[in-house]
């Protein structure tokens, strides 16, 4: 079956106990939707419907789901209420909030809080002038208490990105999105093309999935970070695997923010998963310290690192 985008269910339809509004926002994966409760509160629904499995035609309700697909698409719908039911046990202010999560027209909705704001993507594009060293510091420590919380319930985000950290108006960042479930279907299911977004998911993510850990959300951290800062995504970590042309936080920015803040994002992005930070703990500590100790920077992998690079720039 071809890929193509699948057709949203129509405005003013009768959702279980929910009234759709209109589509915010169409994936390869789901499709999300502003709806009312009950009460006339706004909310945000996820329809699982993967479009490389499942086809909407206009006007139609229930999916058209070939018989070969037919087990995959279960399998997937599986993980996705799973993970639906792992994220209401959350209840953190830096992690969207599940509500409900239930199945209708053959396939599974989650129901989740709906935030006024805007993406860190969309942030950084339009305010370039506010993106401080104070203000990456202040983002991704509140961010990171939130994916603290995730870890302590066993799940990892695995597609953490700019367009995936949500800005309230306030400034508060809130994890959306959540890739597990995606990442399992694909990982046992080759049939299905990996969803993870190049230049944010971890090298392990490509390959040797059964490495993924905390770290692995840690590197995408650290990739967000230095989209911040450069106002694009870094290169796809398969792509530095190959041959690794990603100029070096210190050294891009040398000068331009604080030498701690740029070797952590580094260590961040180390690609052995062996030398990044092995927790969230780990690298809050070192965000909210005014500097490094010394003896730690001697230690570092990035010392060589910085001085691998500058080298070979003066051998040009």
């Known amino acids: 079956m071809a890929q193509q985008a699948n ?11 929910y009234r759709i509004e209109h589509q915010l926002s169409l994936g390869g994966f789901s499709i999300v939707y502003l ?14 419907l993967p479009n490389s499995l499942a086809l909407r035609g206009e006007g139609e309700i229930k999916p058209l789901i070939s018989e070969d697909h037919m087990p995959t698409f279960r399998y997937g719908m599986k993980c996705f209420f799973e993970e639906g039911r792992a994220l209401a046990r959350l209840s953190h202010p830096n992690v969207i909030r599940v509500l409900n999560f239930f199945r209708a027209n053959d396939t599974v909705y989650m129901v989740m809080e709906y935030e006024q704001g805007r993406t860190l993507q969309e942030f950084i594009q339009k305010n370039r002038p506010l993106i401080t ?13 939130g994916l603290r919380e995730v870890h302590s319930h066993k799940l990892l985000h695995l597609d953490l990105k700019p367009s995936n950290i949500y800005m309230r108006n306030d400034y508060t960042p809130v994890l ?44 995408s951290v650290g990739a967000s970070m230095y989209a911040c800062l ?6 796809a ?12 936080a210190m050294v891009r920015w040398e000068g331009k923010y604080s030498d701690q803040l740029l070797e952590t994002i580094d260590w961040c992005m180390c690609l052995n998963h062996f030398y990044r930070p092995q927790s969230v703990f ?14 730690i920077l001697k230690k570092t992998w990035l010392d060589q690192v910085v001085g691998k690079f500058k080298r070979k720039i003066e051998a040009k």
């Open 7 to 17: 057709h949203a269910l129509p405005e003013g339809f009768q959702l279980d106990e």
């Open 133 to 145: 060293e104070n203000f990456i510091r202040n983002v991704f420590t509140k961010l990171l208490n």
């Open 176 to 219: 959306i999105d959540f890739g597990a479930a995606r990442q399992t279907l694909v990982s046992d299911t080759p049939m299905l093309k990996p969803m993870y977004t190049p230049g944010f998911a971890s090298p392990e993510l490509y390959c040797q999935r059964e490495l993924l850990g905390p770290w692995s959300d840690i590197y």
């Open 237 to 248: 970590a398969d792509g530095r695997q190959e041959k690794d042309k990603l100029v070096p």
């Open 282 to 295: 780990a690298l809050q500590k070192v965000l909210t310290e005014k500097v490094i100790k010394p003896e």
């Open 230 to 235: 450069a106002a694009s995504a870094p290169q």
């Open 35 to 48: 709806a009312t409760d009950p009460q006339g509160k706004f909310v945000a629904i996820k329809e699982y």
